[in-house]
């Protein structure tokens, strides 16, 4: 056997690179594997590792704290890096700071703002442009995630900047804990469009962010399941759903509107793209207690429709609802790293290459669709093969790999039915008491799922 080559061992490492027993390279002011992978530094921040008890609370949504919102019984909580830094203290009255602030303002306003548009309509456009910022200023947790988030998207255009890490980590912490504040205190006709806009921030961010972890497979960071991207999601429809009588009216409705108005076959009398992913079925659920069964049925059904309604016309709007749309129950599903609900939400990973133009989107597909076929077993595996060569598909165009309708004409089935945005949609079942997956209504199938 070969001697142990020598190596210089490191007494004087960050504390965090001892906790996580790897060998520090002692760069000041933030050591490389702090650099690598986008958390704070003890050299830099000697308070990185004393998380105040405010953080803590958020890293474990599986248990939520009791609370007398009026959002309950939905969570609006999304989940978040366990390992998310505590705010660091950006003083007011800092030049220096008040220069950051004013940077950030100003990426988010020309850049950031332009691409969180669901769909290409230039009232979302500008609403995410002006109406939000004009928000913003009488409420800090959506001004925090506004710095949050374009501290994140200026990390994407320069990675180089050791700045931008901790940056986004502060206002981000900032922006959940007043956010949670405000929300327990009740939605409001004040503070009901403010806290629309900061929850929807809040979910972008739980996507792009994930561009910064390592690749699946790391002998580091293995891959997790990307559930806080479907919570955080699942948070903004519930904040839609309990501020909507004020939201019908605000100067951010275009947002909302930029989403399409459903339209889903639950139960086509023709093969559907995606039918693969729901043979077997039947056969799975037969141990099932009766009452399950048939929700399991319906987040698996629901789920699966709404993806071959995506796919008929692969537009921003339509793939980038899937998070918010699924039931609760297809999102526990996702927690329990059930093979089915993994392959569907593979298949809708797959289905972001269309639209990665987006920054908060880029990468995105390869690098889920990867991460969860390490998760399947050879049955699956095989199920999910079209989202595995779209994912890994490099080139222009796309129609024979997406199934001949990339950029092209929408199929059969895939309309709107009448409707003509979401927003009409929310207006139609909340009059019938709330809304269920599935409405039947004028032939088709309609529903955003809340159970």
């Given amino acids: 056997m070969p001697p142990r080559r020598s190596h210089k061992k490191s007494r004087a490492g960050c504390q965090r690179c001892k906790l996580r027993k790897v060998k520090c390279d002692e760069a000041h002011p933030i050591c490389g594997n702090c650099t690598k992978h986008g958390v704070t530094c003890d050299f830099d921040d000697p308070t990185a590792l004393t998380p105040p008890s405010s953080l803590i609370r958020y890293t474990t949504p599986s248990t939520p704290k009791p609370s007398s919102s009026p959002l309950t019984p939905f969570s609006p909580f999304p989940s978040i890096p366990a390992s998310l830094p505590p705010p660091t203290t950006l003083s007011p009255y800092s030049p220096t700071s008040r220069a950051t602030e004013l940077r950030l303002l100003h990426t988010y306003t020309t850049l950031t703002a332009p691409t969180l548009a669901w769909g290409d309509t230039p009232p979302a456009a500008l609403a995410w442009q002006l109406a939000v910022p004009n928000l913003a200023f009488s409420t800090p947790c959506l001004m925090d995630a506004i710095l949050a988030v374009a501290a994140l998207h200026l990390r994407a255009l320069t990675p180089s900047d050791p700045s931008l890490p901790r940056l986004f980590h502060t206002y981000m912490a900032s922006a959940l804990s007043s956010y949670t504040a ?7 006709a004040e503070n009901g469009p403010a806290l629309f806009a900061t929850a929807a921030l809040i979910a972008f961010q739980a996507s792009a962010s994930r561009r910064f972890l390592n690749e699946p497979g790391s002998e580091h960071e293995p891959y997790s399941l990307p559930t806080q991207w479907f919570h955080a999601f699942q948070g903004v429809k519930t904040v839609v759903i309990a501020a909507w009588p004020f939201l019908r009216s605000s100067d951010i409705r275009p947002i909302i509107s930029a989403q399409p ?45 709404y993806l071959n309604w995506a796919h008929a016309r692969p537009e921003k709007a339509r793939i980038v609802g899937f998070p918010a749309t699924v039931s609760r129950r297809f999102i526990e599903l996702v927690d329990r790293a059930d093979s089915r609900a993994l392959a569907v939400i593979a298949s809708f990973f797959a289905m972001t290459r269309a639209v990665d133009g987006a920054w908060w989107l880029s990468g995105v597909a390869k690098k889920e669709v990867r991460g969860i076929l390490g998760l399947l077993g050879e049955e699956w595996r095989e199920r999910i093969g079209w989202a595995v060569r779209v994912a890994e598909w490099e080139g222009e165009g796309g129609g024979d790999i997406w199934g001949g309708v990339w950029g092209g004409e929408e199929g059969e089935g895939g309309g709107s039915g009448g409707w003509g945005d979401v927003s009409e949609h929310i207006e139609f079942v909340l009059t019938r008491g709330g809304m269920v997956e599935g409405e039947a209504y004028g032939g088709a199938e309609y529903g955003v799922a809340l159970d």
């Fill in 182 to 188: 405000t929300l327990h205190s009740g939605v409001t």
């Fill in 261 to 305: 108005a459903l339209a889903l076959d639950l139960h086509p009398s023709r093969p559907a793209f995606f039918d693969d992913l729901l043979v077997g079925l039947d056969e799975q659920l037969e141990g099932v207690v009766e009452g399950e069964r048939e929700e399991m049925r319906r987040a698996y059904e629901h789920s699966v429709a």
